[in-house]
């Protein structure tokens, strides 16, 4: 079989839009209190719709997110959280960032007693990345 030589040239001046970190709504985030002070409820919330991009390429990464926390006095308002994630979408930021960095913002936001952000990246020539990043308050 012949070898076929592509010309690749008119890939090398396309970029998309990257935004940096500095477009992220981290004060679009609310609580609402928690009305069982005391209750260690474990409080998970699932979703498959982020999407940020990559640094390099602004070619867009997907993940499903599983945020779970325990709760100490204050719960996040849903609407806010999901305009929050929603915000990441033209970011260009690592997978490995992207997951600490909600976990970062959202433990500064609700002060909880434990909390586990999961991010399921999806696969991009053959590799996913699976992050896990974890927090527990220090009780001394």
């Known amino acids: 079989m012949a070898k076929v030589d592509v010309d690749h040239s008119k890939y090398a001046g396309i970029r998309f839009d990257i935004e940096n970190e500095d477009v992220i709504l981290v004060d679009i ?5 928690y009305e069982y002070v005391g209750k260690d409820t474990l409080v998970t919330i699932p979703t498959t719709e982020f999407t940020s991009v990559c640094p390099w390429s602004g070619l867009p ?10 709760p100490n006095e204050k719960l996040v308002e849903m609407k806010s959280l999901k305009y929050y994630l929603t915000s990441y979408r033209n970011v ?16 500064q936001l609700l002060d909880p007693k434990e909390m586990k952000v999961t991010a ?15 927090y527990k308050k220090d009780n001394k």
């Open 29 to 33: 985030l609310e609580t609402i209190p």
């Open 61 to 70: 990464d997907f993940a499903e997110f599983h945020i779970s926390y325990i």
């Open 92 to 107: 260009g930021i690592y997978q490995e960032h992207a997951t600490n960095r909600i976990l970062d913002d959202l433990v």
């Open 120 to 134: 399921i990246w999806n696969a991009r020539g053959g590799l996913g990345t699976e992050v896990v990043a974890e």
